[in-house]
T-cell receptor, first 113, second 116 residues
Framework: DSGVTQTPKHLITATGQRVTLRCSPRSGDLSVYWYQQSLDQGLQFLIQYYNGEERAKGNILERFSAQQFPDLHSELNLSSLELGDSALYFC????????????FGQGTRLTVV | AQTVTQSQPEMSVQEAETVTLSCTYDTSENNYYLFWYKQPPSRQMILVIRQEAYKQQNATENRFSVNFQKAAKSFSLKISDSQLGDTAMYFCAFMLANFGNEKLTFGTGTRLTIIP
């Protein structure tokens, strides 16, 4: 158990809908990352938050947004969903910006039908 | 931009044998970190081993070791005495050491199967 909790584990929704994925980082970790893993692909970096503020953005679609709350949990919002958004979405956390070891949650499997 | 390439989509090896997974990367930076992550069927991403680019000595963690060739931009993972529990996807990943660039860039992975 990495200490990073992601909910829900599985999500099935229809095209055009909006979903929210939730991540609780390890206790004390200030940095949260979101990654997308499409079928048989490596992980693609989406976005990073540090202590409530957006720190870095990757190839995140405009239909996607995220935030980190004062209690440090983070949410990834995906809207106007398309079939191609079906993927495994991972959250990872690390203690600080300079910590090179990121701990990953078990991911949320999103299926868009 | 940094890229990571894993040219072996799938590999298999007999239990107790040694296997080497390949990874090459491209960067113009001098300070960075390299990682191997394991993703078993449970989907959990597990850090296997980490290498700092400024260190010439290759990292080792029990049965796992790396061959880091900085000039060649190569970072292979050797698994000795392979076990059934080593069956998983293995991802090579890169991170710049520069402040403000803490994201991981991953390769597409190698699916490793250990045969009993």
């Amino acid at each position: 158990d990495s200490g990073v909790t992601q909910t829900p584990k599985h999500l099935i929704t229809a095209t055009g809908q909006r979903v929210t994925l939730r991540c609780s980082p390890r206790s004390g970790d200030l940095s949260v990352y979101w990654y997308q893993q499409s079928l048989d692909q490596g992980l693609q970096f989406l976005i990073q938050y540090y202590n409530g503020e957006e720190r870095a953005k990757g190839n995140i679609l405009e239909r996607f947004s995220a935030q980190q709350f004062p209690d440090l949990h983070s949410e990834l919002n995906l809207s106007s969903l398309e079939l191609g958004d079906s993927a495994l979405y991972f959250c990872a956390s690390s203690e600080s910006i300079r910590d090179t070891e990121a701990f990953f949650g078990q991911g949320t499997r999103l299926t868009v039908v | 931009a940094q890229t990571v390439t894993q040219s072996q989509p799938e590999m298999s090896v007999q239990e107790a044998e040694t296997v080497t997974l390949s990874c090459t990367y491209d960067t113009s930076e001098n300070n960075y970190y390299l990682f191997w992550y394991k993703q078993p069927p449970s989907r959990q991403m597990i850090l296997v081993i980490r290498q700092e680019a400024y260190k010439q000595q290759n990292a080792t963690e029990n049965r796992f070791s790396v061959n880091f060739q900085k000039a060649a931009k190569s970072f292979s993972l050797k698994i000795s005495d392979s076990q059934l529990g080593d069956t998983a996807m293995y991802f090579c990943a890169f991170m710049l050491a520069n402040f403000g660039n803490e994201k991981l860039t991953f390769g597409t992975g190698t699916r490793l199967t250990i045969i009993p």
